[in-house]
């Protein structure tokens, strides 16, 4: 790679964005409500790169990102992302919340007392907030205590949380509908 680049590509949820630079992925960028303005994001947050064709190693990257927003299994474990800038404490987030397999999710909380600081809920939150990588690192995996799954990063374009669970698959306890909770349902009872 020389430089930075950036380009569009379509999912199945709209045209997402990917920047990438020589060290890896900058930032993806999930489709806002209309395709200029999901360049205008990507311009804004890196104003030096140019659209480019993608590398083949941000090929990779993209065709991982499309297939998840199609609801198939990927791994985006092996595409690299260029840390350069970003908090210590952040990056020590991202990298917990890459573990976290699809279909799965953890709190904040849980997040906090897995790097060793359970009274750093805020601190991961704000992290998570914070994400360039959106589905490369899967902050959509990482909800508020009690299963809250609304909000997605500020670089999510339109798409939530929900949506994004939903295409993974995955059930978390704000899923339920009114019948789990009114109408759980009892173990059989033995026959006679």
Same mark, same amino acid.
């Given at each position: 790679?020389?430089?930075?680049?950036?380009?569009?590509?379509?999912?199945?949820?709209?045209?997402?964005?990917?920047?990438?630079?020589?060290?890896?992925?900058?930032?993806? +960028?999930?489709?806002?409500?209309?395709? !200029?303005?999901?360049?205008? &994001?990507?311009?804004?947050?890196?104003?030096?790169?140019?659209?480019?064709?993608?590398?083949?190693?941000?090929?990779? $990257?993209?065709?991982?990102? $499309?297939?998840?927003?199609?609801? +198939?299994?990927?791994?985006?474990?092996?595409?690299?992302?260029?840390?350069?800038? !970003?908090?210590?404490?952040?990056?020590?987030?991202?990298?917990?919340?890459?573990?976290?397999?699809?279909?799965?999710?953890?709190?904040?909380?849980?997040?906090?007392?897995?790097?060793? $600081?359970?009274?750093?809920?805020?601190?991961?939150? +704000?992290?998570?907030?914070?994400?360039?990588?959106?589905?490369?690192?899967?902050?959509?995996?990482?909800?508020?205590?009690?299963?809250?799954?609304?909000? !997605?990063?500020?670089?999510?374009?339109?798409?939530?949380? &929900? &949506?994004?669970?939903?295409?993974?698959?995955?059930?978390? $306890?704000?899923?339920?509908?009114?019948?789990?909770?009114?109408?759980?349902?009892?173990?059989?009872?033995? +026959?006679?």
């Amino acid at each position: 790679m020389s430089g930075r680049g950036y380009t569009i590509f379509d999912t199945g949820v709209g045209r997402c964005g990917i920047a990438w630079g020589d060290f890896g992925v900058l930032g993806v +960028q999930l489709p806002e409500a209309r395709e !200029i303005e999901t360049r205008r &994001r990507l311009f804004r947050l890196y104003p030096d790169a140019r659209e480019l064709r993608p590398p083949r190693s941000i090929e990779i $990257a993209i065709e991982g990102i $499309a297939a998840m927003l199609r609801g +198939q299994p990927c791994d985006l474990s092996g595409v690299t992302l260029d840390m350069t800038g !970003i908090h210590a404490f952040d990056q020590r987030v991202y990298e917990l919340t890459r573990a976290i397999p699809r279909g799965e999710t953890r709190t904040y909380g849980e997040i906090a007392k897995r790097l060793g $600081a359970s009274g750093a809920v805020r601190p991961v939150a +704000q992290a998570i907030s914070r994400n360039p990588f959106i589905i490369v690192v899967p902050c959509h995996r990482v909800l508020e205590a009690g299963g809250y799954a609304d909000r !997605i990063s500020p670089n999510g374009g339109s798409i939530s949380k &929900r &949506r994004l669970l939903s295409i993974e698959g995955a059930r978390s $306890a704000s899923n339920n509908t009114l019948f789990d909770v009114l109408l759980p349902v009892a173990p059989p009872r033995p +026959q006679r």
